[in-house]
């Protein structure tokens, strides 16, 4: 097979892990995955956590089906798919418990609800059951990539406009308080996250014309 | 029976799923193109959430807890399995989600194409996994309280996907900007329903 001779990060698969961080992004073009993404980009840090988290989950598994494409039954794949997410959120989840209890205890039923993430699902579906390990692999993490992105634009926003502090540090000097600047606690309110992702959308296809829906 | 109406109203609007907790967004925004449809998933939904949440409760409580599984012997008094649970919450869903569609198309063929290709994409759909997630962080009483979240959450997330398709309707005719068109313009148009939806979390039940 010629294939195999081809290099690691030829310019076919260097697209795979690049195309989802702006042309096809799962959040604001494929509209995958929104569900777990919103309720946790109140502030910058747990939206980090969920973005490594997915980065994990999404590569392994995109792997796993990957390496299992062949042996794995049509009929039964989504249930077998379901199982492997499941096997490594449960991972995930035990580590978080583990090692950052707080942030943990933040993200709380998001972290199981990242098996229902229709990202994963989607790659694994689209690419993963049709394609080699690593080019898998890489579709894997540009996805999760292009996922995390938008979660830390969004949280940033958030935590920037709703409580002053980015990564949990005060950003704006004390004395703006001072003359009367006011955190806008809407920020922080479920609605603000549509909104800020609304925008993103409209700036990102205002400079991408070609991403524009026509109704 | 007080308190189960309590538990009921506060789930529809108070803990939406769509606008407080953003579950079930990927069908909401891709379903919710006219009324029909959306109807038809929004039914399917609040069916499946009214099944699997009382389920999800009993295999919580008898097999995974902490503790749970002293009816079968004493010895089981420190046994947790609760680690396992996304597996096992997301396995029942899938079967329940088989079950009852077998059901429906033995009893009710009309109602069964209506809901067509919808029951088995529930599968996947983050607001049956969240209802069971948050039944199981909650933990409520007994199994009485949970059916009444379960139908609580599914009859909000019914309204909320009635309500935006009835919108989206509407929208097509208006002039909106190029870029904001489909999918931006549907995601202000959320933001700004749960806006209006905060108004009820004032109320105390």
């Known amino acids: 097979m010629s294939e195999e001779k081809e290099p690691l990060f030829s310019g076919k698969n260097i697209k795979l892990l690049t195309e989802p961080l702006n042309d096809s992004n799962p959040i604001t073009v494929q509209v995958l995955g929104i569900c777990s993404a919103l309720a946790i980009t109140v502030k910058v840090k747990p939206a980090f956590v969920m973005a ?26 989504i249930i077998v798919q379901l199982v492997v997410i499941a096997a490594m959120v449960i991972l995930v989840d035990q580590f978080l418990k583990a090692f950052l209890f707080d942030i943990s205890k933040q993200l709380s039923v998001f972290v199981g609800l990242i098996i229902t993430n229709c990202i994963i699902m989607g790659r694994l579906e689209a690419f993963a059951l049709s394609n080699k390990p690593w080019p898998a692999f890489l579709d894997g993490l540009g996805n999760a ?3 995390g992105v938008i979660l830390i634009i969004v949280a940033f926003f958030r935590e920037f406009l709703g409580s002053g502090t980015i990564w949990g540090y005060q950003v704006i ?24 992702v609304g925008i993103i959308i409209w700036v990102q296809r205002a400079k991408n014309k070609k991403l524009v829906e026509s109704n | 029976m007080e308190n189960l109406v309590n538990i009921f109203v506060k789930s529809v609007f108070i803990d939406n799923m769509i606008f407080a907790y953003f579950l079930g967004m990927c069908s909401y925004l891709a379903v919710s193109k006219t ?31 902490e503790g749970a599984l002293v009816w079968l012997s004493p010895k089981f008094a420190d046994v947790d399995l609760s680690f396992l649970s996304f597996i096992i919450f997301i396995a029942v869903i ?5 079950l009852v569609e077998m059901i429906i198309e033995k009893f009710s ?9 919808f029951l088995p994409l529930i599968a996947v759909n983050c607001a049956i996994l969240g209802g069971s997630l948050f039944m199981q962080e909650r933990e409520y009483n007994n199994i009485a309280e949970a059916t009444a979240f379960g139908l609580g959450s599914g009859l909000g997330w019914f309204l909320a996907i009635v309500g935006i398709a009835a919108i989206r309707e509407k929208i097509r ?11 931006g313009i549907t995601f202000i148009i959320t933001g700004l329903m749960g806006m209006a939806f905060m108004g009820f979390m004032g109320i105390k039940l």
């Open chain 1, 52 to 77: 490594v988290s997915v980065v994990f989950v999404m590569a392994v598994s995109n792997v796993v089906i990957s390496l299992l494409r062949k042996t794995v039954p049509p009929r039964i794949r």
């Open chain 2, 35 to 65: 009324v029909k449809t959306s109807t038809g998933l929004g039914i399917a939904v609040i069916f499946v959430l009214g099944i699997t949440v009382p389920v999800d409760y009993l295999i919580h409580n008898f097999l995974l807890k």
């Open chain 2, 173 to 183: 005719y208006s002039n909106i900007p190029d870029p904001l068109k489909g999918l």
């Open chain 2, 94 to 98: 899938a079967s329940m989600v088989q």
């Open chain 1, 173 to 196: 000097p004390e004395g703006f308080y001072n003359f009367g600047y006011e955190n806008n606690g809407f920020m922080i309110l479920p609605p603000m996250a549509l909104i800020v």
């Open chain 2, 109 to 117: 063929p009309a109602l069964y194409n209506s809901l067509g290709i």
């Open chain 1, 145 to 147: 990539a292009g996922y």
